[in-house]
């Protein structure tokens, strides 16, 4: 009877321990359930007005995010992937200005971009996309399985170029225009606003007032 | 004494019109903070709206080549189960066919949109020489169309279709996102798993032992 009983246990044991013993490698294997994802902003990035060459613009920054599980290091470049009319946006053009970023699992960043446009460059539409690439540190001797988003960069350059367009007046100069238009706007405001100068007589002998106006000043 | 009498008034006019602008802004303004008459009920309404982000996952992050085979048992290059032999040795991640493994599942989310895929050099750990991603259609310079010195190509199969996509170094269409075999698009939450092989050079200017290749998934706006 002992013996049986003693052999139950184990069993019991071993049954037990089959299964802890499965979840936990699973959950510190660093591979079992690991993925690598990255999101992209489905909306283009745009220039609100057309470009002027010779001069740069920041455009509005990308949204990103990582869509994995694990870290990854989130890098972005310039590609033509979108079909249709318009020039290739030479990747030198655009400038990512922000540092290296690295993205926890679920964690979005916004990627900042700037638009450098040669003063030689050629007017017109302007399509590429941006590629951002998320990838997590891999072991040599392995295959890295990477991931990358792409959202269309799109925008127009005008054919004046920067300098024509407005002049560099220093800051002061500006403000002074301002202040001098809008002193002329009180000074015209007062006078429209209108004094009514009324000048009155009283005659004496007939008991009568002569109203000879007023001149509005 | 004067018999007459100057009077200075400011002109009113204006400031009649601004009261009156006043006043039709006020009731504007009070019409439209009006409380709407409620009787304490409310209604809660789901909405749904579209993605407003293109993402891809691939799980799991890596993937180790097994199931080597090819090389030349003579020259004393011949695979193992693990190691890449020479020349043209294969290596799998995964088996194809109908009853085949596809360990690698790749993911797309957001508006309907295209998946690309790409390869890249194989680079040697201890650095020097790299290998170039070559395919059938350009570069290959082995014998029957295999991959030459200092070349490897890489394939990628999936369930339920007997195409493969050779990888280049520019983004290709995933063709296994497309029952057609091309490059048709994705919907959103659509999954696809999937295989590599890797078939390896005809020889090698680089004794590194050790190679990590790169295959990236992407997800493009449709129109790409």
Redo the contacts between chains.
């Keep these: 009877m002992r013996g049986w009983v003693r052999h139950l246990r184990r069993l019991l044991v071993v049954l037990l321990a089959v299964p802890v013993a499965l979840v936990a490698l699973a959950s510190f294997s660093p591979w079992s359930e690991a993925s690598v994802g990255v999101g992209v902003q489905v909306g283009p990035v745009s220039l609100g007005s057309a470009a002027h060459p010779g001069a740069s613009y920041a455009l509005p920054p990308v949204y990103v995010v990582n869509t994995g599980t694990q870290a990854e290091a989130i890098s972005a470049r310039v590609e033509r992937l979108t079909r249709g009319p318009g020039r290739v946006v030479p990747p030198s053009w655009i400038q990512f200005t922000g540092p290296d970023v690295q993205l926890a699992p679920g964690k979005a960043a916004r990627l900042p971009l700037e638009l450098v446009v040669p003063s030689l460059a050629k007017p017109g539409g302007y399509l590429s996309d941006i590629v951002v690439t998320g990838s997590a540190v891999g072991s040599s001797g392995m295959a890295n399985l990477g991931v990358a988003a792409a959202t269309k960069l799109e925008f127009q350059v005008s054919p004046i170029p920067a300098q024509g367009l407005s002049p560099s007046f220093p800051l002061w100069t500006w403000l002074v225009i301002a202040g001098l238009l809008l002193l002329a706007f009180a000074v015209f405001g007062v006078r429209r606003s209108g004094l009514r100068i009324r000048v009155e007589r009283h005659n004496a002998y007939r008991g009568a007032t002569h109203r000879l106006g007023g001149p509005r000043a | 004494m004067p018999?007459?009498?100057?009077?200075?008034?400011?002109?009113t006019s204006?400031i009649v019109v601004l009261v009156v602008l006043v006043v039709i802004g006020a009731i504007f303004i009070a019409n439209r903070a009006a409380p709407v008459a409620s009787n304490g009920s409310s209604v809660a309404v789901s909405l749904k709206v579209v993605?407003?982000?293109?993402?891809?996952?691939?799980?799991?992050?890596?993937?180790?080549?097994s199931n080597c085979t090819g090389g030349s048992t003579g020259a004393d290059t011949a695979s193992t189960a693990t190691e890449l032999g020479y020349p043209n040795g294969q290596c799998w991640?995964g088996t194809p066919g109908a009853a085949g493994s596809f360990p690698?599942t790749i993911?797309y989310?957001?508006?309907p949109g295209l998946v690309?895929v790409n390869g890249s050099n194989a680079i040697p750990?201890a650095g020097g020489i790299q290998w170039g991603l070559c395919n059938s259609a350009a570069a290959c310079t082995g014998p029957g169309g295999l991959p030459g010195v200092n070349q490897y190509m890489v394939k990628i199969f999936g369930r339920g279709s007997d195409n493969s996509t050779e990888l280049t170094g520019t983004?290709t269409c995933d063709q296994q996102f497309d029952p057609g075999g091309g490059c048709g698009s994705a919907a959103s939450g659509s999954s696809q798993t999937e295989g590599?092989q890797?078939i390896g050079p005809e020889s090698s200017g680089n004794t590194s032992s050790?190679?990590?290749?790169?295959?990236?998934?992407?997800?493009?706006?449709l129109?790409?």
Excluded: H, K, M
Excluded at chain 2, 3 to 11: A, E, K, L, Q, T
């Design positions: 018999d007459y009498v100057i009077r200075v008034r400011r002109s204006w993605p407003t982000i293109r993402s891809v996952t691939v799980s799991p992050g890596t993937a180790s080549f991640e690698i993911t989310n957001g508006p690309y750990s983004q590599i890797l050790s190679w990590t290749v790169t295959i990236t998934w992407a997800a493009a706006p129109g790409s």
